[in-house]
């Protein structure tokens, strides 16, 4: 299986501010990855997937970039409905996930 | 609306089996695999298998081999997971999840989620 390390584990942050989480493949993914957001208690949402691909009604806030093993997601400006942990999911393979990130305030 | 509805909570006993169920509606249910993934307590995201609901194709991941079996009723556009052997390892959230795109060749990225079926396993 292709492993994905996230970093980092959890971060401090405010409204306003700009995030950055990355994603590290143990092979090159070619751009076969996504992004999902969750918050306690509620299933996974997606945010992106092929690497940049914003899906529908997700704020333009959020962005995703990078190439062969590493990847970012980034959040502009951090809003109070984004804290929440944050999930890298390649699919070259059989689907694997990191190990998430945990924003906090 | 497209939606994926799951069966209720569970409490088993190990070495029991456990199946859950999870409805589609509001889109064309025969033609995006649906996969599911489980999330054990303050843990991570975890891969389960896959099933296409036209025709039933199945894969599982290496780690469910012999333990698990996933099926479809297309009639009522819904599918089961069944794990076997239960340990208490097994205690987790299980999701059902839509595959992003339609057809057989599938993309592997989940856009609609289900709600969650929370599974204890205990003595």
């Known amino acids: 299986d292709i492993q994905m390390t996230q970093s980092p584990s959890s971060l401090s942050a405010s409204v306003g501010d700009r995030v950055t989480i990355t994603c590290r493949a143990s092979?090159?993914?070619?751009?076969?990855l996504a992004w999902y957001q969750q918050r306690p208690g509620e299933a996974p949402k997606l945010l992106l997937y092929?690497?940049?691909r914003l899906q529908s009604g997700v704020p333009s806030r959020f962005s995703g970039s990078g190439s062969g093993t590493d990847y970012t997601l980034t959040v502009s400006s951090l809003q109070p409905e984004d804290f929440a942990t944050y999930y890298c999911q390649q699919y070259y393979g059989n689907p694997t996930f990191g190990q998430g990130t945990s924003v906090e305030i | 609306q497209v939606h994926l509805v799951q069966s209720g909570a569970e409490v088993k006993k190990p070495g029991a089996s456990l199946e859950v169920s999870c409805k589609g509606s509001g889109y064309s249910f025969d033609f995006h695999y649906i996969h599911w993934v489980r999330q054990a307590p303050g843990q991570g995201l975890e891969w389960m298998g896959v099933?296409?609901?036209?025709?039933?194709?199945?894969t599982y991941a290496q780690k469910f081999w012999g333990r698990v079996t996933m099926a479809r009723d297309t009639s009522t556009d819904t599918v089961f997971m069944e794990l076997r052997r239960l340990t208490s390892e097994d205690t987790a959230v299980y999701y059902c999840?839509?595959?992003?795109?339609?057809?057989?060749?599938?993309?592997?990225?989940?856009?609609?989620w289900g709600q969650g079926t929370p599974v204890t396993v205990s003595s």
């Open positions: 099933i296409y609901p036209s025709g039933g194709r199945t």
């Open positions: 092979q090159d993914i070619s751009n076969s």
């Open positions: 092929s690497t940049s």
């Open positions: 999840a839509r595959d992003g795109v339609f057809g057989n060749y599938g993309g592997k990225w989940f856009d609609t």
